[in-house]
């Protein structure tokens, strides 16, 4: 007995040893709702992130001052609980003393985290918190997602610009943020870049209504040009079939509140031909597209979706950084982030003064029940 | 004004709008319509004024089965069955799994067949309910019953909404899970365009398939045996009893009756919207569709059907007109009308002896 604990204790040292003797290590911080509701959220940017991290090892690290350092990613849970998250910022600041923090996916997370982060001077990406005050925090939070607002342009530009249309209708859920801030943003650039906004329906909770002909036949006797169905895909689907029925046959647009393999599932027929926007597309013909969904999809099964891209992207925004920040010093670190010019799954990324990504939206159509990418807008 | 005298000043209105005799009453009633008929077209065009009216027949046709459900239970046993809208979920969900199944088979008529079945096996279930939850308080005060028919519904929609994963064995087979789910297109969506108003085969098929159901019902009540039994037991319990009538049967079959409504109503709907979006989606349809069947006058058959085209169409008509609106105005219409007629549409006042 005494023998097999010896040799056990040999070899963990041995091993211990190795890792250490390999490589120089530089931490960095990961946090994600892993439990909870949104918990599938989590798990996709997880993924996302340890991704770009493992793809950079493999090359042998990053190279800080000509050094190689290995990414040591130190994931924490969240549980979607913002007393949690801010738990977690606090143990990988002052615990692990890491040198970034990628998270968390929920706005409301990362608004609790973030000042902890900004106050000790560590950068965050939070690869998919879309409230606007989540980069209002401090200069040392960035993300890598799109704003609803950003959103809501694109589908206007895409409409007026690539589809002509000249008059809009919107339907939207009352009841939500997302869908109600889409559809303001919607309104308020359609009518700005010199459309009209002929119909402004809404009803109350998806999860209870199904019949939305009261609010199309309005739709119909306004005869808009195109049709901002503002909802989750099932919704969305829901009105494109009813409104079908009623005889409305101008195309549908949408946000990325319908990428749902189910939407073309549940839409059939009537959804065809429909535009939506979203942060990227599988079908984006890209290299460091392909490579990306080729690579996660041996890794975990399944194509990734808009949060596992998301996080990815975060990933390499922040490996770039550390190449050209010359340095393991924090600022030098945050400096880095701030001047990114790099090429990403979900395009070309660029930092505004708040820390808000500039980049252009994939705007994909649905062809013969599948998402088919079409262009890439910038309103 | 004090409260007393406020509630006096209410009360001769009443009975000065009682007082009318009926054909100003109709006319009041019809200048009011025809008034905001008049305001609406001249707003939105009559082709959209149509338009909308098919809708909310559409609608009405929905809640209307599931009304009339509701007012047979409460004419013959005064028993509101809360549960009546989880019925219709799950009528819904039946159909669903055997459409599926006949779909993927090549059925020739799968609807009609999907349809039967539905309400069999969902009329079955409500008789089991009725045998284990209502008929041992049968004589028990009237609220014990209520409470229990609140707590089927309940049940009912919190069991069916468990994931299969999560449960043992035998339960596994039988719950339907939170999810959402497609529904089979039994029938082949054909949209006619009828000077310009858009009716598709489905809509119409709704609502021949509830005037259908509805003359069924009113001969079976009016016109057979049981029917007369049923209108025996709910004019006097006792007495049926003692004139040798097998109440508990005529009670099971009023159920089953009542409840195979609700099941039709609930595959016309799954059929009409294509989707089942949770065990919970009872809840609204059965829920206005009481209401309806209060503003009828409830325990009157003519009368939930009446209330039930009254709450389609005006909920079509003020959704059309501030889609903020749609919801509320089922409840507004209910105060209104009972307000001037407590006993709803149809119904007879008649004073409780206590």
């Known amino acids: 007995m005494n023998k097999k604990l010896l040799v056990f204790l040999i070899l963990v040292i041995f091993m211990f040893s190795l890792t250490v003797a390999s490589a120089k290590m530089i931490k960095v911080g990961g ?77 409301s997370c990362t608004l609790a985290g973030a000042p902890i982060a900004q106050d000790s001077g560590v950068p965050v990406i939070s690869p998919t918190s879309t409230a606007v005050q989540v980069t209002r925090t401090g200069d040392y939070i960035f993300r890598s997602c799109f704003l609803d607002p950003f959103q809501g342009a694109v589908v206007a530009s895409f409409s007026y610009n690539d589809l002509n249309a000249k008059t809009a209708a919107v339907i939207f859920d009352n009841a939500n943020d997302y869908t109600k801030g889409l559809a303001e943003a919607f309104r308020e650039s359609f009518v700005s870049i010199g459309g009209e906004v002929v119909a402004y329906e809404s009803f109350t909770e998806e999860a209870t209504t199904v019949d939305f002909s009261a609010q199309l036949t309005n739709i119909k006797s306004a005869n808009p040009d195109v049709i901002f169905l503002d909802a989750y895909y099932s919704a969305a689907a829901l009105m494109a079939k009813q409104a079908r029925a009623l005889g409305i046959t101008v195309p549908f647009v949408g946000a990325d509140g319908w990428d749902s393999a189910e939407f073309t599932k549940l839409g059939g027929e009537a959804v065809e031909g429909g535009y939506f926007c979203n942060h990227y597309s599988p079908a984006d013909p890209r290299p460091i597209v392909q490579n990306f969904v080729k690579k996660y999809t041996e890794v975990y099964g399944g194509t990734p979706d808009a949060l596992a891209t998301l996080a990815y992207d975060a990933g390499l925004i922040l490996i770039d950084s550390l190449n050209r920040a010359g340095s393991l010093d924090r600022a030098a670190i945050r400096d880095a982030i701030m001047a990114t010019n790099l090429e990403c799954v979900s395009g070309v990324i660029t930092f505004d003064g708040w820390g808000d990504p500039i980049k252009s939206a994939v705007v994909n159509k649905v062809e013969g029940g599948k998402f088919v990418f079409q262009k890439f807008v910038q309103p | 004004m004090t409260k007393k005298q406020i509630s006096s000043s209410v009360n001769k209105k009443m009975l000065a709008y009682d007082k009318l005799p009926n054909w100003k009453k109709y006319a009041f009633i019809s200048a009011i319509t025809l008034f905001f008929l008049a305001l609406y077209i001249s707003f939105f065009g009559i082709q959209a004024f149509f338009q909308q009216l098919v809708n909310g027949i559409q609608l009405g046709s929905i809640y ?89 519904s309940l049940f009912l929609e919190n069991f069916f909404a468990l994931s299969p994963q999560n449960v043992p064995f035998p339960l596994n087979k039988i719950v339907f899970g939170p999810k959402y789910i497609l529904f089979p297109a039994l029938i082949a969506e054909k949209t006619y365009n009828i000077g310009g108003i858009a009716i598709n085969n489905i809509k119409i098929l709704i609502v021949i398939i509830t005037i259908i159901l509805m003359i069924a019902l009113q001969y079976i009540v009016k016109k057979t045996m049981i029917g007369k039994a049923m209108r025996a037991v709910a004019f006097n319990k006792d007495a049926c009893l003692m004139m040798g009538i097998n109440i508990d049967k005529v009670i099971s079959i009023t159920f089953g009756i009542g409840i195979s409504l609700a099941a039709a109503s609930g595959t016309l709907y799954a059929l009409t919207y294509g989707q089942l979006q949770s065990p919970y989606l009872g809840i609204w349809p059965g829920l206005k569709a009481f209401i309806a069947a209060v503003l009828g006058g409830i325990g009157n058959i003519p009368g939930a059907m009446l209330g039930s085209y009254v709450m389609g169409v005006s909920e079509t008509f003020a959704t059309s007109i501030n889609s903020n609106f749609g919801y509320g105005i089922a409840f507004v219409i209910l105060i209104v009308v009972l307000v001037f007629k407590p006993a709803g549409l149809l119904g007879k006042f008649t004073k409780e002896k206590v």
Request: hydrophobic share 50%; net charge negative.
């Open chain 2, 64 to 152: 209307a089965l599931i009304a009339l459900g509701y007012t047979m239970i409460y004419g013959i046993i005064r028993l509101i069955n809360f549960a009546h809208g989880d019925l219709f979920m799950f009528g819904a969900y039946i159909s669903c799994f055997l459409g599926n199944y006949l779909m993927a088979h090549n059925f020739r008529y799968p609807f009609i067949v999907v349809l039967i079945f539905s309400m069999v096996v969902t009329a079955l279930l409500g008789m089991a309910i009725e045998k284990i939850a209502y008929k041992p308080l049968r004589f028990k005060p009237r609220l014990a019953a209520l409470i229990t028919a609140l707590g089927v």
């Open chain 1, 31 to 107: 946090v994600a709702c892993l439990t909870g509701a949104a918990a599938t959220y989590g798990a996709s940017t997880r993924n996302g992130t340890r991704l770009a991290f493992d793809e950079q090892n493999d090359l042998g690290g990053v190279d800080i001052g000509g050094e190689k350092y290995l990414i040591h990613y130190i994931f924490e849970d969240d549980q979607g609980s913002p007393e949690q998250a801010a738990n977690a910022f606090r143990k990988l600041i002052d615990q692990d003393e890491v040198y970034a923090i990628l998270g968390s996916v929920m706005s």
